[in-house]
């Protein structure tokens, strides 16, 4: 399965279970998280997101990072994360 194409600066709500860590651990957590990327494929079929968590557009926070969060996703559960 390809990866979605789905515009940077969509916000991604991905629930406890659908997202694995970037050390390969499954969530036990909700996320809702703004998209920069959808970045390359996973070993395991899924793909890589990189994104920035809603909070890093605070005044008081100003993330400087291109992206500072990375989760893996399958595509499927990616594109209806996008939808919700």
């Given amino acids: ?3 979605p194409t789905i515009a940077p600066g969509t916000r991604i709500s991905l629930r406890a279970g659908e997202w694995v ?3 390969g651990v499954i969530a036990e ?3 809702d998280l703004r998209l920069v990327e959808v970045a390359e494929t996973h070993p395991l079929g899924l793909v890589w997101v990189h994104a920035h968590g ?3 557009r605070w005044e008081s926070v100003r993330c400087p990072e291109p992206w500072c969060i990375r989760v893996a996703v399958p595509p499927d ?3 209806a994360a996008a939808d919700r």
């Fill in 77 to 79: 559960t990616l594109a």
């Fill in 29 to 31: 957590m909700y996320v």
């Fill in 1 to 3: 399965m390809t990866a």
């Fill in 54 to 56: 809603l909070d890093c």
């Fill in 21 to 23: 860590t970037h050390e």
